[in-house]
C-alpha cells in the first residue's frame, strides 16, 4: 500500500459526497487495476437543493482541493484529471480555478441537466457522450470509469481533506451546510465527531420553536426530529432547518416530488412512472397511502440506480415521522 | 478460445451455460422463464423494466438478471412473495404508460405485458394513462408509432442507432425524456422497420394495409392477384405454431386461394428475372468500364439509405428493378394482355417480410402506363393476421400449388431472402453467362450465413470477381467507408438493411432474433436445395417471357429497370 492511501486509512477519512464509503478504499482499488491508462474526476456537481459546502471550499480553498486532485494525479499516473461543476459553479468559478490549474492536466467541465448527473456512472456517460443516463454497476467505476478505464471519483470537500492529510493538516474536521429556518445560515467547518445538536447549538443555530431538520441534502436527505439529533453527522453535510409550525407539508414535498421527477433520467420504470405517481399524488393532495407505500418499494428494492433508490427517504421519513394524519390533509 | 463453463443454479434447478454469459441468457435456454420486457438478445440488456429482478444467494438486495453476469456456482431465486409484489407494482407503472389498444394491435394474442398481467393479478388501470393523449404518428406509409403504448424502453432508439439511420432519439419534453422522431434535416427514417421487431409493446407497427386489400377482394371488377416474397415462406408458419423455419410455401398458396384469391405467383420467379437483368448489367459495367463497384438495389431501405445519405453514390446502384416491382410491372402488361384484362383492374398485393416495401411501392419512378406495379404490401404478419380473421389455420390446412408458371421459381429466386442469396444467384448466372456452362459447384457456402460482414473472390474465366456482402445498415456504411479509400475494392455489393437480410426483416412474426433468423434461413437453403431447377436462367417463366416479351430493348427497360435520385427529408414533425 502506498504512503498517501496508507494515510487515508489511518485518517479513516469517508466520501464527503454522501456514501460515507472509505476514500482509501477507492483508491486501493483504482491502485490495484494493472491498467496503465487512469483517470480522475472531482466531482463538484452539489446537486442537492440547499448545499453549498462544496461552493465554500471551491471559493475559499480552491488551491487545497486542486492541490488533492494532484495528488491524485501524481499517485496514479493518471491521464487526465476533471472537475465537474454544476452550471452555476462553473460560470462562477471557471476562470479563476483555470489560472490556479495553470499547465496541470486538469479539465473543467460544466456538468449535464438533471440531479441524475451528478451520480458518478452517469457523470462518466456524459463526459464520453454528452449524454446523462446511469450505468449499470457492477463494473464500478475503479474497474472501468470513463472510457472503460480505471476511474478515481472523490467529491470537491473529499479532495480538501485529502490534501490536508497528505501535508499532516487534517483535523477530523468536515464542513456543514446549514440553511432553512435559522438564525445564522451558511457553511461551517466543524469537528467530524459533533452530534448534530452540537453542531446547530455550536453554531448558534438551535431553533426555540418545534422543528424538523432534513439531513444530508435538500431533495433526498431524510427527515429527523429534535429527538433524533443526539447522533454524529455523516454522509454530506447539509442541514436543513424547518419550523413544524410553520411548514406546509405537501409544499414541501411537493417540491422534493417536483425536483426528482425533473431531474432524474427516466431510465427505469419505478423511478420514471413511480417518482411522477408520488409527484401526481402530492400535487393533487390526494393521496391514497397503500399506492405510495407501494411505490415507495419499488424505488427502494428495484431501482437501477442509488437516485431512485434514495428518492423515496424523504417522503417517507416525513409520513411516518410527522404522523402524517394528523399532520397532513385537513391542515392544508 | 474456447469458453469456460460453468454451473448456476436457478430455482434448485442446476443449469450450465458459459462464462460472461448473463444470468437470463442461461435462464432462457434452459427454457426457465424470467419475465422480462426489454430484454432483447439482439440489443444491450437495458435493465430498465426491472421485471427480470432476481435474488442472488450472499448478494444485497435484487438484480436484474438481464444484465449479470453468472459467475460458477450462483445460487438463483426467481420468484418469491416479495419479488411477486414488486412485479406487480411495476408492471402496474408500466400499464399506466402504456394504453391499451389491444384490438388492432401487432402483438394480438402474443402480448408479453398482458401475460404478465394476468400472471401476477396486476390491476391495469390502478394509474390512470399518462399518456393517453399522445398522438400517434406515421413514418412515410410503412410505419405506424404509436407513443401512447411505448413504455420508454428504448430498444428502438439503440435498433435506429445499430442501423446508423439515428432518426429515433430521445428528446426531453417537459419533466420525461421521450421517444421522438429527429428533427435533424440530415436525418430520415428508411422504413427497414427493425424498430418494429424490436419493439416489446407493439408501439411500432407496420402501416396496416388489410382494409384495403379487403376493398379490392370485395370489389368485382377488380382480379385480384397475391404474389408472395421469398423469405415470407419460412416465417409465417411461426404465426401459426408450426416452428421456427418451418418450410410453408404451399400451405401459403393453398391460404391464398381460400381467401378466395386464384392468382397466386412468387415473387422469388420475378428473382430469377432480377438476376438475368443484374448478372447483365455487372458483365456490361464490368466490360464496358461502367461505375463500380455495382450495389444491389431490391432492399428499399437500402436504396432509401443511399439516396438520402449518400446520394454520391447512386450510380453505384443497379438500374435492375426490385422483384416485387418488376413482377408487378410485368402482371400489369405481359401477363394482362395475355389474360386479356384491362391492366387497370388488376390489384396487384405483395406479400413482404418487410415494412419499406409499402415504401417502394409508391415511388413514383416506377409507374408503368401510369400505373402503380404493386397496389398494396401486406407484411408476413399482416397476411398471418388475414388468415387468422378467416379462419384460416396453415398448420391445418392442405398444400396447394401456386399458379403454374407464375408461380415457379427456381433455387436461386429462393434464396434472395436470405443475406448472400442475391449474390449466389447472380453468381450462380453470371458464370452461365461469361463462361457458356454452368459452374461445376453451385453452392457458394462462403457467401452464406448470417455474419454481418462477408466477402469473397470468384475466378470466372479470366476474371477475378470480388464480391462483399453485407447486412445491417451500419455494416454497409463501413463498407461504403471502405470503398471511398479504395474504389477498385469490389465488384459487386450485395446490401440487404436488416439483420440476415428480407429473413430478419421488419414485417416479420416476432419475435426476432438470431436464433430464428438462422433457422429461417436454412429453410430457405433447403428449399434451394430441393428445388429441380437451381439457376434463374434455366426457369421456365424466365425462359417464355425473354421469348416472348422482354425481346426487345423498350419492354426490358420499362419493366425491368428504374432510375434512383437524391431524397429531401420525407418525415417533418
Not at chain 1, 185 to 198: A, C, H, Q, Y
Not at chain 2, 202 to 223: H, L, S, Y
Not at chain 2, 336 to 354: G, L, R, T, W
Amino acid at each position: 500500500m502506498s504512503e498517501i492511501i496508507l494515510k487515508l486509512k489511518e485518517a479513516n477519512l469517508l466520501g464527503r459526497g454522501g456514501a460515507n464509503f472509505p476514500v482509501w478504499q477507492k483508491w486501493e482499488a483504482v491502485a490495484k487495476n494493472s491498467d496503465p491508462e487512469k483517470y480522475i474526476i472531482c466531482n463538484g456537481a452539489e446537486g442537492e437543493p440547499d448545499v453549498h459546502k462544496d461552493e465554500y471550499i471551491i471559493k475559499n480553498y480552491p488551491n487545497d482541493f486542486i492541490d488533492g486532485i494532484i495528488i491524485a494525479i501524481k499517485e496514479f499516473s493518471a491521464k487526465k484529471a476533471y472537475i465537474y461543476l454544476n452550471h452555476n459553479y462553473y460560470d462562477k468559478y471557471k476562470d479563476s480555478l483555470s489560472d490556479i490549474i495553470g499547465e496541470a492536466s486538469i479539465k473543467i467541465i460544466e456538468k449535464g441537466k438533471g440531479y441524475i448527473a451528478g451520480e458518478e456512472t452517469a457523470i462518466c456517460e456524459f463526459i464520453e457522450k454528452g449524454f446523462v443516463q446511469p450505468r449499470q454497476k457492477p463494473p464500478f467505476i475503479s474497474d472501468a470509469g470513463l472510457w472503460g478505464k480505471p476511474t478515481l471519483l472523490n467529491n470537491v470537500e473529499t479532495f480538501y481533506h485529502i490534501a490536508k492529510i497528505n501535508k499532516g493538516e487534517y483535523k477530523d474536521t468536515r464542513f456543514i451546510s446549514i440553511e432553512g429556518d435559522v438564525a445564522n445560515s451558511g457553511t461551517f467547518e466543524k469537528l467530524n465527531n459533533l452530534t448534530i445538536d452540537e453542531i446547530l447549538k455550536g453554531t448558534g443555530n438551535y431553533p426555540d420553536f418545534d422543528f424538523f431538520v432534513q439531513v444530508g441534502g435538500g431533495a433526498e436527505g431524510l427527515i429527523m426530529l429534535p429527538s433524533e439529533l443526539n447522533t454524529p453527522l455523516s454522509g454530506c453535510g447539509a442541514l436543513k432547518i424547518f419550523n413544524k409550525e410553520k411548514t406546509d407539508v405537501f409544499v414541501l414535498m411537493e417540491y422534493w416530488a417536483n425536483f426528482l421527477n425533473c431531474g432524474n433520467c427516466d431510465k427505469c420504470v419505478p423511478c420514471r412512472e413511480g417518482v411522477y405517481r408520488i409527484w401526481e399524488m402530492i400535487k393533487n393532495r390526494d393521496i391514497d397511502k397503500e399506492k405510495l407505500f407501494d411505490l415507495f418499494e419499488v424505488l427502494e428494492k428495484t431501482s437501477f440506480c442509488g437516485l431512485g433508490r434514495g428518492a423515496s427517504g424523504p417522503f417517507k421519513s416525513l409520513i411516518l415521522k410527522l404522523n402524517f394524519e394528523k399532520y397532513g390533509k385537513e391542515k392544508n | 478460445m474456447e469458453k469456460k463453463r460453468i454451473k448456476i443454479t436457478i430455482d434448485g434447478k442446476e443449469v450450465s451455460g458459459f462464462e460472461g454469459q448473463r444470468v437470463l441468457e442461461i435462464a432462457i435456454e434452459n427454457n426457465i422463464a424470467i419475465p422480462n420486457l426489454c430484454y432483447h438478445s439482439d440489443l444491450k440488456p437495458k435493465a430498465s423494466c426491472r421485471l427480470c429482478i432476481v435474488e442472488i444467494t450472499g448478494k444485497r438486495g435484487y438484480q436484474t438478471a438481464c444484465s449479470t453476469i453468472a459467475e460458477d456456482g450462483m445460487i438463483i431465486t426467481t420468484d418469491n412473495e416479495e419479488i411477486s409484489k414488486l412485479r406487480k407494482t411495476n408492471l402496474e407503472l408500466l400499464f399506466s404508460q402504456h394504453n391499451e389498444k389491444c384490438s388492432d394491435c401487432v402483438k394480438g394474442n402474443d402480448c408479453r405485458l398482458l401475460n404478465l398481467a394476468q400472471k401476477y393479478n396486476v390491476d391495469i388501470s390502478r394509474f390512470t394513462d399518462r399518456k393517453i393523449d399522445f398522438p400517434e404518428i406515421e413514418f412515410g406509409p410503412s410505419i405506424h408509432f404509436d407513443p401512447s403504448k411505448c413504455i420508454d424502453c428504448k430498444n428502438c432508439v439503440e435498433v435506429c442507432s445499430h442501423q446508423n439511420v439515428k432518426f429515433l432519439e430521445v428528446r426531453e419534453e417537459g419533466s420525461f425524456f421521450q421517444i421522438c422522431p429527429s428533427r435533424n434535416g440530415k436525418r430520415d427514417c428508411v422504413y427497414c422497420g427493425q424498430c418494429v421487431v424490436h419493439c416489446p409493446t407493439g408501439a411500432f407497427q407496420g402501416v396496416d394495409a388489410i382494409k384495403i386489400v379487403e376493398n379490392a377482394m370485395n370489389d368485382v371488377q377488380k382480379t385480384v392477384i397475391f404474389q408472395i416474397a421469398p423469405a415470407v415462406r419460412t416465417s409465417i408458419g411461426e404465426e401459426f405454431g408450426m416452428g421456427y423455419g418451418a418450410i410453408a410455401t404451399e400451405k401459403i398458396a393453398a391460404g391464398i386461394k381460400k381467401l378466395g384469391i386464384n392468382n397466386v405467383f412468387d415473387v422469388s420467379a420475378a428473382a430469377d428475372i432480377v438476376t438475368m437483368e443484374e448478372a447483365e448489367e455487372l458483365i456490361q459495367r464490368i466490360s464496358n468500364g461502367g461505375v463500380l463497384p455495382m450495389f444491389t438495389s431490391c432492399c428499399p431501405a437500402w436504396v432509401k439509405y443511399l439516396e438520402f445519405y449518400h446520394p454520391e453514390l447512386i450510380p453505384n446502384l443497379t438500374s435492375v428493378r426490385s422483384p416485387q416491382v418488376l413482377f408487378g410491372g410485368l402482371t400489369k402488361t405481359f401477363w394482362a394482355k395475355k389474360q386479356e384484362i384491362d391492366p387497370k383492374n388488376i390489384f396487384v398485393v405483395s406479400i413482404m417480410p418487410c415494412t419499406a416495401k409499402k415504401y417502394e411501392i409508391k415511388r413514383e419512378e416506377n409507374i408503368i402506363d401510369g400505373l402503380n406495379p404493386v397496389d398494396a404490401v401486406l407484411t408476413t404478419h399482416e397476411l398471418a393476421c388475414l388468415f387468422k380473421k378467416n379462419g384460416i389455420d396453415l398448420n391445418l390446412i392442405e398444400s396447394e400449388d401456386m399458379t403454374p408458371l407464375w408461380g415457379d421459381a427456381t433455387g436461386a429466386g429462393v434464396i434472395y431472402g436470405t443475406s448472400g442469396g442475391v449474390t449466389e444467384s447472380a453468381l450462380r448466372t453470371a458464370i452461365f453467362k461469361i463462361t457458356g456452362k454452368n459452374a461445376e459447384s453451385i453452392e457458394f457456402t462462403n457467401l452464406r450465413g448470417l455474419n454481418e460482414s462477408k466477402e469473397a473472390s470468384v475466378i470466372i474465366g479470366d476474371l477475378t470477381l470480388k464480391v462483399a456482402i453485407v447486412n445491417g445498415l451500419s455494416n454497409a456504411e463501413k463498407l461504403i467507408e471502405k470503398i471511398k479509400d479504395n474504389p477498385n475494392c469490389y465488384h459487386y455489393i450485395e446490401v440487404m438493411a436488416c439483420p440476415g437480410g428480407c429473413i430478419g426483416g421488419g414485417g416479420q412474426p416476432m419475435p426476432t432474433d438470431s436464433k430464428i433468423r438462422k433457422l429461417r434461413s436454412e429453410g430457405l437453403y433447403k428449399i434451394d436445395k430441393d428445388k429441380q431447377k437451381r439457376l434463374a436462367h434455366e426457369s421456365a417463366l424466365v425462359e417464355g417471357i425473354y421469348k416472348e416479351y422482354l425481346n426487345d430493348e423498350k419492354n426490358i427497360h420499362k419493366v425491368c429497370h428504374t432510375k434512383y435520385g437524391k431524397r429531401k427529408k420525407e418525415n417533418n414533425f
